[in-house]
């Protein structure tokens, strides 16, 4: 049996006892910690995100705080969202991005005030890319990782569970915006978000010696709609388009290439990183672009340790990114990384352990 032990280099996150507990089975490392990936019934857990209420364990989204009177200029500097209009107590996702544009990172970016900000973090080191920026630009602003982890609610149950625990105040939370509050004397935030399509809320938990206490706070409100343990789910992200950078974006991916060109805004000043990148490829244009994929045949061998490649009249035209059964459209799903020539509709091969299956190229999000 394979286990995995926390240390000071792989910590836990204040609800790893928790998720233990539960019956945690496998987990994935995320900002070097110890993600939750299943508790031994995947298609349970599924359901529960589709049709209930499921709580995992989001530790490992870490926040980077930037607090101090640059800390809004430093937030606009790393990412190419326009940022002037966030208000306090909203929470906008931003893509970051390195001086050649290609993506780094996806995280939420929530304003707690006007000198202080985080990023909830996706897997790759923002705390050292924020603070090298900050000293090499001389900004007034300090930046670090405070004791905030996040716990998700997601389904369409999840609403009940968390206005029951924290009150009807959080039905009339907007998209991203959040609240700092108090549950049971535990200081948190809560946040409308997570990684799903199915609707949820993210407590994020400020003290992490409470972790055990508020996740059981909301596994006892939860036993009337059912609540159960879960993890972010490769079957429900996919069906719903969400993209995982770092998964299905490789060392040269820019935002325009994975649908995410939405998210920038050209005309930020220049000072922000990877602006001018930015411009260049959106007026020639991206070379690839991301698609879904509909495999042929039942329940194919599992997605590999790296991407896969897509063959089109007998050329590589890109990778398949991720691939999973989908028991919503009773199908093997996935996204292809391609050439922007390929067009949605249009017939692929997939080499799979030497093996080609045909798939079709179609628009995301698939549900
Ligand atoms: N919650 C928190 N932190 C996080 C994540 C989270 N950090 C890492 C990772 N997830 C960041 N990535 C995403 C990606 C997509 C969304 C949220 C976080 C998302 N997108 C919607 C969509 O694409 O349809 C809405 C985006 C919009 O239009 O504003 O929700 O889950 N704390």
């Known amino acids: 049996m394979f286990s995995i032990k926390p240390t000071a280099r792989l910590r836990p996150s204040p609800f790893y006892d928790a998720v233990v507990a539960e019956g945690l089975v496998s987990a994935m490392v995320y900002n070097r910690m110890v993600l939750p990936a299943s508790f031994g019934d995947p298609e349970a857990e599924y359901w529960r995100i589709i049709e209930g209420v499921s709580q995992w364990d989001v530790g ?35 893509p970051l991005c390195n001086h050649d544009g290609i993506l780094i990172n996806d995280p939420i970016l929530l304003k707690l005030a006007e000198d202080q900000y985080w ?19 001389g900004l007034d602003v300090e930046v670090s990782e405070p004791d905030v982890s996040p716990m998700a609610l997601q389904g369409p149950k999840a609403e009940n569970v968390v206005a029951h625990v924290v009150g009807d105040w959080v039905r009339d939370l907007k998209y991203f915006w959040f609240r700092e509050t108090e549950i049971d004397g535990i200081p948190v935030a809560v946040q409308r978000s997570g990684w799903s399509k199915q609707g949820g809320f993210e407590i994020y938990l400020r003290d992490r010696t409470q972790g055990t206490k508020l996740w059981n706070i909301f596994k006892e409100a939860g036993q009337p709609w059912g609540i159960g343990p879960g993890a972010p789910a490769t079957a429900e992200r996919t069906e719903s388009g969400l993209v995982s950078v770092g998964g299905d974006t490789d060392d040269q991916t820019n ?19 990877g602006i001018s990148a930015l411009r260049t490829i959106n007026d020639s244009g991206p070379t690839r672009r991301q698609l879904g994929l509909i495999l042929e045949g039942e329940n194919p061998d599992p997605f590999k340790f790296s991407w896969e490649d897509i063959h089109m009249n007998g050329v590589k035209v890109g990778g398949m990114t991720n691939c999973v059964w989908s028991p919503r459209m009773k199908a093997n799903i996935g996204y292809a ?5 390929c067009t949605p509709g249009s017939d692929v091969l997939v080499v799979r352990e030497g093996k080609s299956v045909a798939g079709k190229l179609v628009e995301l999000p698939f549900i």
């Open 255 to 273: 935002p325009f290439e994975v649908r995410l060109g939405k998210y920038v805004d050209l005309d930020v000043d220049d000072d922000v990183i």
């Open 119 to 137: 990023f909830s973090i996706a897997d790759s080191d923002i705390w050292f890319w924020a603070r090298a920026i900050a000293s090499e630009r």
């Open 60 to 94: 490992a989204e870490r926040q980077v705080q930037l607090k101090g009177p640059d800390a809004g200029k430093l937030a606009q500097i790393l990412s190419p969202r326009d940022l002037s209009k966030c208000k306090i107590g909203q929470g906008k996702y931003v």
């Open 337 to 341: 990384l391609i050439d922007i020539k």
